[in-house]
């Protein structure tokens, strides 16, 4: 276990009904709040006119950019950049899934340091510009997956290129998160179920490619795992059961937070490939983790076995004694899950073929590996790696 440093700055409210605190709580940041969203469907509009009533009735100047779309893209934040700066903006309220959190955090922080958003982004073959503040944040999730709300993280895509990458700065992290299940009641079943796949794969991948133990951090992870797929299945039945509903918003959040990561940190190699297929295709998280996470686990369960059977029998309850054969376990025992909550596990079922298995292979060791052409991991990935991995989730 290694030596950590912590905090969760982030005031996190939460309880159905609290969004009419909205206003309550942003007054503190300014007086002019730059709001940033989805262009709400009808069924949801009322979450926006609730929001912007709550920001009115404390006497807040409200101006909305509604046109973050899911992998938000890097023209349409610095569209937002630009629109913040002539609204003059004091700070911004987030309403929305992680696409619109993550968009608002880079409005946030290019507007407070200048340049484009993508002049942020990591990426191996070139320098990231740093950031030298942020403007502050307000987060109100309205969909249970990606945990935005509680960290300093914030994934875009650069539309033109076909890259998707990410940054980070404690900057950013919001000031408040609000969290209230009544958001999350009328999310649709599709997406309620993707969602559970994106948290689970947050909460697997510190998990399994340390090389450090923390026996402390695998129970948290346990545990937040165990929650969300008991809940996941009351609230697939029952999307209006709040009870469900709050407890998988809370693995979502404490999920990417950190928490489930101390003593032991990891590489993301999953996410890596999961960034350019999206980038790409424009699919959610969630949808693109479930069509290579089977490949992946599969594939790499030979480097940690133990670790890997550590999971298979503490949450899929494999018996297997020698650590490789429940290993092998992991992969099939996932797939069953996510088959259960319906979201596909190949690309094919979602109409991607082969085409592009090269072009993208070659950019994820592009963007994000080393000198000698390998991407960090329990195995540092080849580009042979990272193709086997899409043959095998075909």
Not at 40 to 56: F, G, H, M, T, Y
Not at 183 to 191: D, K, Q, R
């Amino acid at each position: 276990m290694h030596n950590f440093e912590w905090n969760l700055p982030t005031n996190i409210i939460y309880g159905p009904g609290q969004l009419k605190r909205l206003g309550e709580l942003t007054k503190a940041f300014g007086k002019k709040v730059f709001l940033v969203t989805y262009r709400p469907k009808e069924s949801r509009a009322w979450i926006l006119d609730k929001a912007v009533s709550s920001l009115e009735q404390e006497g807040l100047d409200v101006g909305v950019y509604d046109r973050v779309e899911p992998n938000p893209r890097v023209r349409t934040v610095d569209e937002g950049v630009r629109q913040f700066l002539e609204f003059k903006g004091e700070c911004l309220v987030a309403l929305g899934g992680g696409s619109v959190i993550d968009g608002t955090k880079y409005i946030s922080s290019v507007a407070y340091s200048g340049g484009s958003s993508w002049d942020y982004a990591v990426l191996n073959y070139r320098k990231a510009k740093e950031y030298t503040g942020a403007y502050p944040i307000v987060a109100v999730p309205t969909v249970s997956a990606a945990g935005s709300e509680a960290n300093a993280g914030g994934v875009i895509t650069n539309w033109d290129t076909k890259e998707k990458s990410f940054s980070r700065s404690p900057y950013r992290i919001p000031k408040v998160a609000i969290i209230d299940p009544e958001l999350f009641a009328s999310v649709p079943t599709g997406i309620t179920a993707e969602g559970g796949v994106d948290i689970f794969s947050h909460l697997i991948e510190h998990y399994l490619s340390s090389s450090e133990e923390s026996e402390f951090a695998d129970r948290i992870t346990e545990g937040m795992i165990l929650t969300l797929m008991e809940h996941l299945d009351r609230a697939l039945v029952d999307g209006n059961d709040l009870e469900a509903r709050g407890q998988i918003s809370l693995c979502a959040l404490f999920g990417w937070s950190g928490l489930q990561a101390l003593g032991r940190m990891g590489s993301i190699p999953i996410h890596f490939i999961e960034h350019q297929l999206s980038g790409h295709y424009d699919i959610s998280h969630g949808c693109g983790m479930a069509l290579i996470l089977p490949a992946y686990l599969d594939y790499f369960a030979e480097i940690k076995p133990d670790r890997w059977a550590k999971l298979a029998r503490r949450i899929f309850g494999v018996t297997e004694e020698n650590d490789l054969k429940a290993a092998k376990q992991l992969s099939w025992k996932v797939a069953s899950w996510i088959k259960k909550i319906k979201v596909p596990i190949k690309l094919s079922q979602v109409n991607i073929g082969s085409e592009k298995f090269e072009k993208m292979a070659d950019e994820i060791v592009h963007m994000y590996g080393d000198a000698n052409g390998k991407v960090p991991g329990s195995k540092p990935m080849g580009r042979s790696d990272i193709l086997e991995i899409f043959r095998q989730s075909l």
